[in-house]
């Protein structure tokens, strides 16, 4: 393959897809469930994108022997509803289908179990764009061959790029919406460009180091594109048909089903 763009490495949920209540109605379904209490919903929106287990744990205060069975029913409430509630964010399919046009490699590294994460990316028919998709194992735990960790992750998936594809990944650049996106991308040594549309508390992603936050899908493809070769122009040689003109018929968010 010819590599004439840089590599994006996007988060998943919070960054490509808004979970619309899944992530947190799933929670709340095992907790009340198990008897726990239920956190209000700024609490249930800060347990999105960091890794389930923990979050469960250290945010919601569930009992270690009692894990195992809130992620159990968490994810059978998630698989049934969940993933049915989710839409991609505006812009972010013409965004993709834009970048795969162009032969930009791009992939998916995400905490969610890598089984799930395919699931929801097939969901909404964009699945079939990525190079590579990485995530967790299906406990999220370690298992043979399988990453722990963001910053795990997100190595997965720069080695699937360049050992897979003979891609040079140096210049590989990470999209996501928290801190952990941040940190995993820094811990390979790239940079990381951090959504405003996410999860993150104000002032999160400043702090976690995102050299740029952007707050619409055209100006993340703008600022991608400026690490190119040749600029911000170089996926469209005529400047008459940017991506911003297709980018206002995907304003309105879908679930790629309709």
Known sequence: MTQTTVPVIFDLDGTLVDPAGGISDGIA???????????????????????????LTDIAGVPAERLDDAIRIYRAHYLAT????????????????????????IAV??????????????????????????????????????PSGKAAIVAAALADLSGHYGLDTPDAVMVGDRAQDVAGAAANGIDCIGVGWGFAPDGELDAAGAVEIVHSSAALHETIARRDPGGANAEHPN??????????????????NV
């Open 109 to 146: 590294a995400t905490q969610k179990p890598e089984g799930i994460a395919r699931i929801v990316l097939e969901h909404h028919g964009i699945a079939a764009l990525f190079h590579t998709i990485r995530g967790s194992a299906a406990d999220e735990g370690a298992a043979a061959g399988v």
């Open 82 to 105: 969940g993933i049915g509630q989710s839409v991609l964010y505006p812009g972010i399919r013409a965004l993709l289908e834009s970048f795969a046009e162009a032969g930009r490699p």
């Open 29 to 55: 379904a095992a907790l009340t469930q198990l008897g726990l209490g239920v956190p209000d919903k700024a609490v249930l929106d800060a347990m999105i994108g960091p890794k389930l287990s923990h979050s």
């Open 239 to 256: 400047p008459a048909t940017p991506f911003l003109l297709t980018e206002a018929v995907n304003e309105v968010p879908t679930d790629g």
